[in-house]
């Protein structure tokens, strides 16, 4: 059972910049296809980013140039980070770490449904 812990939310200006963690421990296969999501208030949880097991990023057309997902692999931990630049209000969201058995993602790793394992959120606050 793969374990995802989320964390480096908190609150900035627009314009600032915060770096988001993700743990994941627990996984059997070596690779894993992993996602980065978020959910606004009153929102559905939308996608943000997905990176491949062979370190191949993708990205929604909000965050494109702003935001870079990486990975690092551990000896029993694999970590996850989405690097946040440029923030604005409306980036303001509970964001989740996702993972799915890959290596690849496929298209459905930019839909909720294609991810089987999720962490609990950490939130981030984009003032203006």
């Known amino acids: 059972q793969v374990q995802l812990v989320e964390s480096g939310g908190g609150s900035v200006q627009a314009g600032g910049s915060l770096r988001l963690s993700c743990a994941a421990s627990?996984?059997?296969?070596?690779?894993?296809?992993m996602g980065w999501f978020r959910q606004a208030p009153g929102k559905e949880r939308e996608w943000v980013a997905s990176?491949?097991?062979?370190?191949?990023?993708?990205?929604a057309d909000s965050v494109k140039g702003r935001f870079t997902i990486s990975q690092d692999n551990g000896k029993n931990t694999l970590y996850l980070y989405l690097q946040m630049n440029s923030l604005k209000p409306e980036d303001t969201a509970m964001y989740f770490c996702?993972?799915?058995?890959?290596?690849?993602?496929?298209?459905?790793?930019?839909?909720?449904?294609?991810?089987?394992?999720w962490g609990k959120g950490t939130l981030v606050t984009i003032s203006s």
């Open positions: 627990g996984y059997t296969y070596s690779s894993y296809c």
């Open positions: 996702a993972a799915e058995r890959g290596p690849y993602c496929t298209g459905a790793a930019m839909t909720v449904d294609g991810f089987s394992y």
């Open positions: 990176i491949d097991g062979f370190s191949r990023a993708l990205y």
